[in-house]
């Protein structure tokens, strides 16, 4: 019998070695966390640019809708500053300024859950509330034309 597992030995039969198994667990162990690591970086990634992208989306909206009732607007009133620009926009086109057709878009700035951003507000006179067309602009934004 001792004669038979020595033979097998000598013929390249006789398994793994202890070193042999230990090179192989850290080999497999360093790719896992490589891999791992490559993961956890495209999942990090894939979440700041599904953020990037519905910022980039909003704002588009916003400078569509902005432009489309500074085209309909029959006046820029004189009251208009850097971060507030006031539109008359007839509605009824009747050439009479009523409360709920004087359009406002202001920037902001705000804090949002503990950090400071600038949002764009779009309010009538008609209604003391305001509704955030767009957050998270540059800190220097301001209107020019």
């Known amino acids: 019998m001792i004669r038979r597992v020595a033979s097998l030995r000598r013929h390249g039969d006789g398994g793994l070695t202890l070193v042999e198994l230990m090179v192989t667990i850290v080999l497999l162990s360093v790719i896992g966390s490589m891999t791992l690591a490559l993961v956890y970086a495209a999942n990090h990634t894939n979440q700041y640019s599904d953020a990037d992208s519905t910022n980039a ?19 820029v009133m004189p009251s208009a500053t850097s971060t507030k620009l006031p539109l008359w926009i007839d509605y009824n086109s009747d050439g ?3 409360a709920n057709e004087l359009v406002t878009y202001q920037l902001v700035t705000t804090t949002v859950n503990g950090a400071s951003v600038v949002q764009l507000r779009r309010s009538t006179e008609s209604s003391n509330s305001y509704r955030v067309v767009a957050q998270g602009l540059v800190n220097q934004a301001a209107f020019t034309y």
Do not use: T, Y
Request: no cysteine.
């Open 57 to 75: 989306n909003a704002l588009l909206n916003a400078a569509e809708q902005m432009s489309i009732d500074v085209r309909n607007a029959k006046e």
């Open 96 to 98: 009479a300024e009523d």
